[in-house]
Structures are given as structure tokens and as C-alpha cells.
């Protein structure tokens, strides 16, 4: 089962396609989708859009993480962050593919067992679950490979499979 997690965003949107191979979890691709901050946001919203529509287009995941907004202080950062998850919402229904929403606390607990670990703890389980010869970088690469490894332990749960 292949599994695409995302951490939107619309300067860097993070995605990563990791394989789960019974017990084992494979990185298959990963990286960011970058836009400029000087660009029209309908510009930045189609870059994301198109290259997430390409990227599922060629690795044909079966299902789509998505890290759910968390709306801390930061209304400025909300906003266009809540734009950027639209984009994808639709690149994964344009896709008929199958979509999983997580929050940040459910992602960090599936990934180091504790729901409030830090980013750097995040960091080092997913270069170490996925066997990764370095930690990924920038940091939403690394979120995103660690929404796809929740996503692959959600779909590969028994009490989840049975609800379908």
C-alpha cells in the first residue's frame, strides 16, 4: 500500500509517498512543492494544485494523508495555509483518491508515540522508521513523510480496515 502524506502549505507544501511492506515502511519519494511569496496566491494555489496532480498521476498512491489545519494565534499564516489544504482536497478528489485527515497531535503520536513530541523528535523517528540515510530537509518534507507513516499505520490497522 502506497501512501501520500502532505503538509500544506503555500510557501513550502510538503508531500512524501511512503510504501508499507508489511511491518516495514519504504520512502519512496519526497519533497517540497515551493512557491514564491511574490507570486498572485491564484499562482501559488495552481503551482500546488499541478504538481500534486502530477505527482499522484505518476506514483498512483492508494490513499492521501493530510495534516488537518491547527489553528493556533496566527491568523495570517491560517488563511493561506486553509487555501493550500483546498487545493489539495480537490487534487485528491479530481483523483478519486482516498483521503485521510490527521491532526498534528495524532501524526506525532503515531510516529514517536507521543502526541506533543517536538519537531526534532519528529525528524529523528521518521529518518529512522524510514531508514533514511539523512534527515529530511526542509522540515515540512519531514512532516508530511511523518503524516504518510500515520496514514500507512491508520490504513493498516485492523480496527480501521474493518469500518471501511
Known amino acids: ?11 513550502i507544501c510538503g508531500y512524501g509517498f511512503v510504501e508499507s511492506r508489511g511491518s516495514r515502511l519504504v520512502a519512496h519519494e519526497y519533497g517540497a ?9 491564484q499562482e501559488r494555489l495552481m503551482r500546488i494544485y499541478d ?4 505527482l499522484i498521476k505518476k506514483y ?32 485528491a478528489a479530481k483523483n478519486d483518491l482516498r483521503l485521510l485527515e490527521r491532526t498534528p497531535l495524532q501524526v506525532k503520536q503515531s510516529v514517536t508515540g507521543y502526541g506533543k513530541a517536538t519537531k526534532e523528535q519528529v525528524i529523528y523517528m521518521v529518518t529512522r522508521l524510514l531508514n533514511l540515510p539523512k534527515p529530511p530537509k526542509p522540515d515540512d518534507v519531514a512532516d508530511a513523510l511523518a503524516v504518510a507513516i500515520c496514514t500507512s499505520h491508520m490504513m493498516n490497522s485492523f480496527t480501521f480496515r474493518n469500518n471501511l
Request: hydrophobic residues 45%.
Open 1 to 11: 500500500m502506497l501512501a501520500l502524506g502532505i503538509d500544506p502549505g503555500t510557501a
Open 51 to 54: 504538481g500534486l496532480d502530477e
Open 60 to 91: 498512483r498512491p492508494d490513499v492521501m494523508g493530510v495534516e488537518q489545519l491547527f489553528f493556533n494565534r496566527n491568523v495570517d499564516t491560517a488563511i493561506p495555509v486553509g487555501q493550500a489544504r483546498g487545493v489539495i482536497l480537490l487534487a
Open 33 to 41: 512543492i515551493t512557491t514564491s511569496p511574490k507570486a498572485p496566491m
